[in-house]
């Protein structure tokens, strides 16, 4: 740790960026796990419009990376677009909580909030845009750092927002904690981020935003990405059968649910750290492949699961596993369009679209011919087939 601290903190572009994607992950922290809550019991929304708008708000979020991180590019000012997409946070998260009606939850969630979501990869688009010229471990180190400022959010942000407004009549404030942190964000990015100019060089390397789209569907990338996506989808299908088997085959409580998830959060964050380090010595590809491998365990071995020790055991290489799976495909992924890092940390998204659809399949297709512990096995084997995909595309050159 001692020795990856300074270069993490060296640069103050990296600096702010942390303390940024921190806050970007606080209000994602604060509102996901009681969106749902939020959006079907206590505005009314149907179960099947929830679940179209969740699925259209992930296309759009997706469009939108692309296209923005491509104009960022362009321009070769990542400051400028951070602050605009950070200014459609607060508003979409302010206008939920001051009018909680459908209408102002459908626009936040369809329009406002994807768009604002594109700071993700904006974020990582400027770290790789300072990191430029860096060795390649440094880059993967400076990236798993700044991945784990989103999980430490997430160990902390869910429980404490939950214990807040235990005794609330309404979820809602969760929104207004959201509304804060993105304001702080923007103060942050606007205050203390090194001011940008673009460049000549940026002009004369544009591509038209049908160009961009156009070669994030290329083969040679589009058939990586599903490699990623694949291996990905084990962490939206662990998501999802998780609590179903802890409180099913394997016996235990929601209060069982919600101690394991915290577990693993706060395990994900030193793994982080650790995966940062062992790309040192070591490719993306390799890692990503161990790391992979550790991850597929774990959930096939979470489909045998019958008792609440079973799992308990199981968070040690469920955090490892995950901190791979959600730190290495980020510099992978930004490597695959190394020349245009806005578009290339665009990827994150499509990456994140891809894996969620996938899983929603594979989670269909379980749940129709077996248990929620077949469903975790049926998601391992998918897994593994990304494992080997990527090996097959990558492998020598990756694992020299």
């Not at 688009?125 to 784990?148: D, I, L, P």
């Not at 489909?303 to 791979?324: E, N, Q």
Request: aromatic content about 8%; hydrophobic content about 55%.
């Amino acid at each position: 740790m001692a020795a990856l601290i300074p270069d993490v903190f060296r640069n103050p572009t990296i600096r702010v960026s942390m303390l940024a994607i921190f806050a970007y992950g606080f209000a994602g922290a604060a509102t996901s796990p009681y969106q749902s809550v939020i959006g079907i019991r206590e505005l009314g929304l149907s179960n099947g419009l929830y679940s179209a708008l969740i699925f259209a708000a992930a296309a759009v979020n997706v469009i939108v990376s692309v296209l923005v991180g491509n104009l960022a590019d362009r321009l070769g000012d990542y400051r400028s677009m951070m602050l605009s997409v950070t200014v459609f946070g607060v508003l979409g998260y302010g206008v939920v909580y001051l009018f909680p009606t459908q209408p102002t939850f459908v626009l936040s969630a369809l329009f406002l909030l994807p768009v604002y979501n594109a700071l993700n990869s904006l974020l990582f688009a400027n770290v790789r845009a300072t990191a430029k010229g860096m060795a390649r471990h440094e880059v993967a180190t400076v990236n798993s750092g700044v991945r784990a400022m989103i999980s430490l959010s997430w160990v902390l942000v869910p429980g404490i927002t939950g214990a807040l407004l235990s005794h609330a009549s309404s979820m809602l404030p969760a929104y207004l904690f959201a509304c804060l942190a993105c304001t702080i964000c923007l103060g942050l990015i606007a205050g203390f981020l090194p001011r940008q100019k673009g460049t000549g060089e940026h002009a004369r390397a544009h591509l038209s935003h049908l160009a961009a789209l156009g070669e994030v569907l290329s083969p040679k990338i589009f058939i990586r990405l599903i490699a990623i996506a694949l291996i990905c989808s084990t962490l939206h299908i662990s998501a999802a059968v998780l609590p179903l088997i802890v409180t099913g085959a394997a016996h235990g409580t929601v209060t069982d649910i919600g101690v394991l998830v915290g577990i693993v959060a706060f395990l994900e964050v030193v793994f982080i750290v650790a995966w940062g380090r062992l790309q040192r010595s070591m490719s993306n590809v390799t890692a990503l492949a161990i790391g992979t491998t550790i991850y597929v365990a774990y959930l096939a071995l979470l489909g045998f699961a019958s008792a609440p020790w079973h799992v308990y055991a199981l968070t040690l290489i469920s955090g490892a596993g995950a901190a791979a799976l959600i730190s290495i495909p980020i510099t992978y992924l930004q490597d695959l369009i190394a020349e245009r890092p806005g578009l290339g940390s665009a990827l994150i998204s499509v990456n994140l679209f891809l894996s969620a659809g996938l899983s929603a399949v594979l989670f269909a297709i379980g749940t129709g011919i077996s248990s929620y512990s077949g469903t975790a096995i049926i998601g391992a084997a998918a897994g593994a087939v990304g494992m080997l995909l990527l090996l097959l595309l990558d492998g020598t050159k990756g694992l020299r």
